[in-house]
């Protein structure tokens, strides 16, 4: 059986080196990690738990991990915090949230079970569970499940049913919000609401996908009200492409608003939240400050197996996000902790014709930005964690406004997606990029956050330059720092 001790003492047995691992990036110990689970603030930090397999560096059973922060920087590992210890959870602890109760640090997550049939076949149910801490250890409570998909109406499945969001509204009433499907293929995510956290009935099936464009399943939702918008995020399956959104797994962004009485989101506007390779299932908090900070899986479903040899960690964290509207955008940027990092100040203003580099210009833990002032040529490249052999390439085509990422050559030993691109929304073309790197990560800003596109790379450390090219002329400025985390 499964669990939290026999995890924590495998992981001291078998930790990754720290130097073998990104610098900012939270990962795990040793292991595989998915989700964001339970992103929350208690005891005055920042918690982040997430699905977590210490065994291997494959989905297996699932346990949550979990690593507390004073900055959303730097991360301190913790104890393992649930394991699939239980018969209501013994498939596994799935995705779900954290809040603050009564002092108490208290985890909402989906428990999975298979269940045999009279005819020998195996079939998975999701039940969403309860578990009370003090920030550092927990216990699953006595009563779980505390929410049975047996009360949901008999067209919602209790095979995809999972990723619980928990709040406490201003009416002092417990809403649930859980990722969900139809059996005859509706995405949607259902409403649940509670006195005390314990005792749950339905509300509704509070938003649905009524087009047929957003995917099979909507897992990993959150709902809040930022900038005076109401704000769905959901994590759609299986998408085909369709303007901003990409082949598979997305993230969408949904602005709205809620029939009060029937408990209903409508969504007005639908927008991609990453349009690179690697950003899945994010998790959103309101700081004491009054942020949004957003932080997601950078990695995609379709290129998990593709790990360098010999590798003992699987999978990432993204930079956490700070979010807001603005003139109906939306508008990501890293958190502005990120800046008390940075050291070691270039600046170059240049006007580029061909091939070059700029001395001090290179690096792979950076964080740099691209004022282009003007642009007149075919096409404006950039080469990141450039060597003889490896390089990742982020190109510019003015004339029709396509920004390009292509991970080729960035180490690859599968034959995985390696290029995507994206049009500029703003309609005036790609005047900014602020790109963030870590070892194995690259992540763009595109136009003061208005886009974003995430990617990971396993590029060798020792490919460090960044190569600037043009087929015309390109009058640039460049800020560059490195990161000392």
Request: aromatic share 12%.
């Amino acid at each position: 059986m499964y669990t939290c001790q026999k995890a924590d003492e495998y992981i001291e047995k078998n930790r990754v080196d720290r130097a073998d691992k990104p610098e900012f990036h939270l990962t795990t110990p040793v292991g595989w990690l998915n989700d964001p689970n339970g992103f929350s603030i208690y005891g005055g930090k920042a918690h982040l738990f997430y699905q977590f397999h210490p065994y291997s560096t494959e989905w297996g059973p699932m346990h949550w991990g979990h690593s507390t922060s004073d900055d959303f920087i730097r991360w301190e590992e913790l104890p393992t915090a649930l394991a699939p210890d239980s018969d209501y959870d013994s498939f596994g602890c799935f995705s779900g949230t954290a809040i603050e109760n009564d002092g108490k640090h208290v985890l909402f997550y989906t428990g999975v079970v298979e269940e045999k049939l009279a005819d020998g076949t195996k079939n998975v149910i999701q039940n969403q569970c309860m578990a009370v801490g003090d920030g550092i250890s927990y216990e699953k409570i006595s009563g779980n499940p505390v929410v049975d998909g047996k009360i949901m109406p008999e067209e919602c499945s209790r095979a995809d049913f999972r990723d619980p969001k928990v709040w406490k509204d201003a009416d002092g009433r417990y809403y649930m919000l859980a990722g969900n499907r139809t059996y005859d293929g509706i995405p949607q995510v259902v409403l649940f609401s509670s006195d005390d956290m314990y005792n749950w009935k339905f509300e509704s099936v509070f938003a649905k996908d009524e087009t047929g464009r957003f995917g099979a399943v909507w897992e990993c939702p959150d709902y809040f009200e930022m900038d005076g918008h109401k704000v769905l995020i959901v994590s759609p399956q299986d998408m085909s492409a369709d303007g901003e959104f990409h082949n598979g797994n997305n993230v969408v962004f949904f602005t709205g608003d809620v029939d009060e009485e029937k408990h209903i989101f409508k969504y007005e506007k639908a927008v991609s939240v990453d349009s690179g390779f690697d950003f899945y299932a994010p998790q959103t908090i309101r700081t004491p400050d009054g942020r949004r900070v957003m932080i997601g899986w950078m990695q995609s479903w379709d290129s998990v197996n593709t790990l360098p040899r010999g590798q003992k960690w699987a999978c990432m964290m993204s930079v956490p996000r700070e979010l807001m509207i603005s003139d109906g955008k939306l508008i990501q940027t890293p958190v502005r902790e990120l800046c008390g990092y940075r050291q070691n100040k270039l600046v170059v203003n240049d006007t580029l014709r061909g091939e070059k580099t700029y001395e001090g210009i290179n690096g792979r833990v950076i964080d740099m930005t691209v004022d282009i002032k003007k642009a007149e040529c075919g096409h404006f490249t950039m080469h990141f964690a450039k060597d003889e052999i490896h390089e990742t390439n982020v190109s510019y085509t003015p004339g029709t406004q396509m920004l390009e990422i292509d991970r080729t050559f960035a180490g690859w030993i599968r034959d995985t997606n390696c290029v995507r691109k994206v049009k500029i929304k703003n309609g005036n073309g790609l005047s900014k990029m602020r790109i963030v790197m870590d070892w194995n990560s690259i992540e763009i800003f595109v136009n003061d956050g208005e886009q974003v596109l995430s990617t990971v790379i396993y590029t060798p450390r020792n490919a460090q330059d960044i190569v600037f090219e043009t087929d015309g002329c390109v009058e640039l400025e460049v800020e560059k720092y490195d990161l000392n985390i």
